[in-house]
């Protein structure tokens, strides 16, 4: 084990590597936190999956870190000069800063209140600011003189720490958010899925009629009422952390490009939107069929198969983000045509 560990910190340097044993204490205590959530809270189950992805993509990406360690320590690694350098010195104090007090003040609210959505936040944030912060401090210095770069994202240490970025910031998603952001979120999905579950049924000529988030259909039952919360049928405020934690780690391990990753991540906002309305739509009319006391025995069956749909189509995307298409435009060079050595030509006396 330990000819293992001096194989895999070889040329880490200590500073770097020190930084790095730091950001994991951290992690380690927001996962204990946040794993009372994962406990208790069924729809938050999958967070157990948190600390597994975020060790398996820094395993992945090692020999990307060493490289960039290598280009960090180089002489003539990139630095961002002027306002630029500024920006980002300022903005790396004020994350260690900053994140040592949002850290701080999650720690005092977990031994105060023990575990609550705002604690579990503010560790959350903490941890990633001063996970960032003291990488980006401790990075190596070159060996000789650096080259200055007017663009901050082409900075050496910057993309360094770039590489940690999904280990993280995943927390923010494998755990509740706060009240009133969830609050406000699940209302306004209410509202969308209600209406276009309404509309459907409407425009397909089957009795329906709504009251708030609540619709009401036919007796199935003579003399009970049939009814359906969508808030029971599917809200989409769980199933859409889930997707968003899916596709994060998704876009994190098989994607390169910033944007095909913020792509898929979003698409994942999107297609769980997209399933939980055919969930709702599925359960309302088994509502309709069976009546609304049946919805219990396929409810946790259609949310499973949300995130399990939702994931399968996020994998089908990967090929079309990850294919490479080559064009030759008029700009574009094309491979030199083959060029035949010209035939012997034989010429005759007459």
């Not at 820094?58 to 690694?77: E, I, M, Q, T, Y």
């Not at 494998?174 to 209302?187: D, F, I, K, T, Y």
């Not at 329906?208 to 009401?216: E, I, R």
Request: charge should be positive; aromatic fraction near 10%.
């Amino acid at each position: 084990m330990t000819d293992q560990w001096k194989k895999w910190t070889a040329a880490v340097p200590a500073p770097f590597l020190t930084a790095l044993l730091f950001g994991a204490a951290y992690l380690g205590f927001v996962a204990w936190d946040q794993s009372h959530w994962w406990r208790t809270l069924s729809d938050y189950s999958f967070g157990w999956l948190a600390p597994v992805f975020v060790a398996f993509v820094v395993h992945d990406r090692w020999p990307r870190v060493r490289a960039a360690l290598r280009d960090c320590s180089a002489a003539g690694s990139l630095r961002a000069a002027g306002a630029g350098g500024l920006a980002l010195a300022l903005s790396a104090y004020g994350a260690l800063a900053g994140g040592a007090a949002l850290f701080l003040l999650g720690a005092y609210y977990r031994a105060g209140a023990g575990a609550s959505q705002p604690g579990s936040l503010a560790l959350s944030l903490g941890a990633a600011a001063l996970l960032g912060a003291t990488l980006f401090l401790n990075s190596p210095e070159p060996d000789g003189p650096s080259s200055s770069s007017a663009n901050i994202s082409a900075d050496a240490r910057v993309r360094l720490v770039a590489l940690f970025v999904f280990p993280a910031l995943v927390w923010l998603v494998s755990a509740p958010m706060v009240s009133v952001v969830e609050n406000n979120l699940s209302r306004f999905l209410l509202g969308r899925v209600t209406s276009v579950v309404y509309f459907t049924f409407d425009t397909l000529g089957m009795p329906v009629q709504q009251a708030g988030n609540v619709l009401v259909l036919p007796e199935v039952v003579p003399g009970q009422r049939n009814e359906v919360g969508v808030a029971e049928a599917c809200s989409g405020i769980r199933s859409l952390t889930g997707c968003l934690f899916a596709g994060s780690f998704l876009a994190a391990v098989f994607l390169e490009k910033l944007w095909k990753k913020t792509l898929l991540v979003g698409m994942a906002a999107v297609f769980a939107f997209g399933m939980n309305i055919v969930r709702a739509l599925f359960l309302t009319g088994w509502a309709y069929r069976h009546g609304s006391d049946a919805i219990h025995n396929v409810h946790d069956i259609a949310g499973y198969a949300v995130l399990g749909l939702t994931v399968a189509g996020l994998l089908c995307l990967l090929p079309l983000l990850n294919l490479k298409i080559s064009v030759h435009g008029r700009g574009g060079s094309r491979p030199p045509m083959p060029v035949s050595a010209p035939k012997p030509t034989t010429s005759g006396m007459h």
